[in-house]
């Protein structure tokens, strides 16, 4: 007897988590070293990546890349985790460095933001032997010359106007790995995804919204005598 149902498992403790939205699993996906990746979280909060059910993170943040950051995410991540490693304020040798310590520390890829020029790109797949990732921001970046710098990944992050760029970038690299930003309802994920994206990444609510709605049940909870 063949059975083709799947079975699930929540637990009494963690079922509370940051679940990404499941029209997600609609992509067709990336595979990277066997594992298929279809969601892709956008955090470098611990607590959250400790308590997620996204295929993968992406740990991108507005300072200088440091390894010490990267050995946080690691500790608590169960997942593949893919890390900023500049390009934009940081650049050159220092995101040479970076990724090949991220590298080192278990990262499944690494990212470059929109600036950085191709020869670092170029550079940096000298030196690593995992997914390099650029950054586009506009379908009037130079994509070619990123593509032909040696990078494995394209991802769009252009706000509102992601479906649009993903799908310029669909007509002019057929077959090229795209992951993008979903935005914040299953209308635009799958807008996102209709327009040629493999991955979709996904920003969670922060702390303090998830935190707002436990207290509020505590307080009504109280407030009614429970």
Known sequence: MEFRTSANY?????????????????CGGIR???RLLKSIMFSTDVATIANTNADAVIAVYPF????????????????????????????GLRS??????????????????????PE?????????????????????QDTDARIEAGIDILNVAASTSTPAVVARLRERHPDFPIMATG????????????????AITYTPPDNGVLLAEIMRGHRERYLHGD
């Open 120 to 140: 670092v790109l170029r550079d940096i797949k000298r030196h690593v032997d995992i997914p390099v990732v650029a950054t586009i921001v506009s379908s009037e």
């Open 96 to 117: 040479v460095n970076q990724a090949v310590a991220a590298e080192n520390m278990g990262a499944i890829g690494v990212v470059l933001n929109a600036p950085v020029p």
């Open 32 to 34: 990277i070293f066997g």
């Open 10 to 26: 929540t637990g009494k403790l963690r079922n509370h988590m940051v679940a990404v939205p499941e029209c997600i699993s609609e």
């Open 183 to 198: 935005g914040p309802s299953d209308e635009s994920i799958r807008a996102t995804i209709a327009a040629g994206a493999n």
């Open 64 to 91: 200088t890349p440091q390894p010490r950051i990267v050995s946080a995410v690691m500790s608590v991540a169960d997942m593949p985790v893919f890390f900023g490693v500049g390009g934009g304020f940081t650049s």
